[in-house]
Nanobody, 121 residues
Framework: VQLVESGGGLVQAGWSLRLSCVAS????????MGWFRQAPENEREFVAS?????????YADSVKGRRFTISRDNAKNTMYLQMNSLKPEDTAVYYC??????????????WGQGTQVTVFS
């Protein structure tokens, strides 16, 4: 499976971005999917995950309150992360991840190359 992220960029605090992750090679619906991020000098951290069918989602405490919304369209082999009310502390490289079992706390089988999100105040 190859995962390719897009949609990152440089935005002002309070603005929105939507990240996309397109999968190729195998049907996306076989995998639980998620987003991670890594800020400079920090470890990679979990952001959000979505089940194979898309009906169950899970978020890190740092993005709860629906600032971020994860979704997927299996027909398009694509996963999304809608990010609203962005803050400077959201600045990081965002990575798409796929797992045969679970994303949060589980083993990631495939990673994307990452897309940079930079939020300035």
């Amino acid at each position: 499976v190859q995962l390719v992220e897009s949609g990152g960029g440089l935005v002002q605090a309070g603005w929105s971005l939507r990240l996309s992750c397109v999968a190729s090679g195998r049907t996306l619906s076989r995998y639980a999917m998620g987003w991670f991020r890594q800020a400079p000098e920090n470890e990679r951290e979990f952001v959000a995950s979505v089940s194979r069918s898309g009906d169950i989602t899970y978020y890190a405490d740092s993005v709860k309150g629906r600032r971020f919304t994860i979704s997927r369209d299996n027909a398009k082999n694509t996963m999304y992360l809608q990010m609203n009310s962005l803050k400077p502390e959201d600045t990081a490289v965002y990575y798409c991840a796929a797992a045969r079992q679970v994303v949060a706390g589980g083993t990631i089988d495939y990673w994307g190359q990452g897309t940079q999100v930079t939020v300035f105040s």
